[in-house]
């Protein structure tokens, strides 16, 4: 599985969007690029994933860059109950198993 | 109704007891897993059944021991427990064995005195 590097932390504003990068150079072409979180004291929560292409749903938007190097999870109106910790987590399609390998995230700090 | 739901949510202990940790699924999953995050919050898998057969074992001490009766449960089993087994346990659950869209649950805090 490729190394996936993000900043150990980041603050957002309230209101304001938050973007949190991850780059994945060594990612190989069957990898898709996988986003978590972690609210304190709760279990880790899927939030989105892709592969080449951008993505959105309800709670983010994921964009991954053409040579797919690298990649943002944009949560685009944070609230308060956005502070969390952030998995960005690379994936072979059809991984065996299902194991994932979490890394240490970036842990966002949402403020009023 | 929770999805994945452990129990107890918090397990206080002495050295060298035996203690088990229960997960139930109710999303009709395949797979469950057992994760550990320990103090310095580096979440870890230990263990995948798929179907109630074990696919991984991430060479976890044999003193701890999973069961799964059906697929829609997996409990961990922990004998002799040691100050290093202190950590939180998160259960979670796939659709199948390849599938990474995992659901967690609110994890079991175990502390070892």
């Known amino acids: 599985d490729a190394k996936t590097t993000q900043p150990t932390s980041m603050d957002c504003a309230e209101g304001r969007a938050a973007n949190l990068p991850c780059n994945h150079s060594?990612?190989?072409?069957?990898?898709?690029v996988y986003w978590y979180r972690q609210i304190h004291s709760q279990g880790p929560q899927y939030i989105i994933h892709?592969?080449?292409n951008n993505e959105t749903n309800e709670m983010a938007s994921l964009i991954i860059t053409e040579d797919r190097k690298s990649s943002t999870l944009i949560l685009p109106h944070a609230t308060l109950r956005d502070t969390a910790v952030y998995y960005c987590?690379?994936?072979?399609?059809?991984?065996?198993?299902?194991?994932?390998?979490f890394g240490q995230g970036t842990e966002l700090s949402v403020k009023p | 109704d929770t999805a994945v739901s452990q129990t107890p949510k918090y397990l206080v202990t002495q050295m060298g007891n035996d203690k088990s940790i229960k997960c139930e699924q109710n999303?009709?999953?395949?797979?469950m897993y057992w994760y550990k995050q320990d103090s310095k919050k580096f979440l870890k898998i230990m263990f995948s059944y798929n179907n109630k057969e074990l696919i991984i074992n991430e060479t976890v001490p044999n003193r701890f021991s999973p069961k799964s009766p059906d697929k829609a449960h997996l409990n961990l089993h922990i004998n002799s427990l040691e100050l290093g087994d202190s950590a939180v346990y998160f259960c979670?659950?796939?659709?199948?064995?390849?599938?990474?869209?995992?659901?967690f649950g609110q994890g079991t805090r175990l502390t070892v005195v």
């Open positions: 979670a659950s796939s659709r199948d064995r390849g599938d990474t869209e995992a659901f």
């Open positions: 892709g592969l080449k």
């Open positions: 987590i690379a994936i072979p399609y059809y991984n065996q198993g299902g194991k994932l390998i």
């Open positions: 060594t990612i190989s072409g069957n990898e898709y």
């Open positions: 999303l009709g999953h395949d797979t």
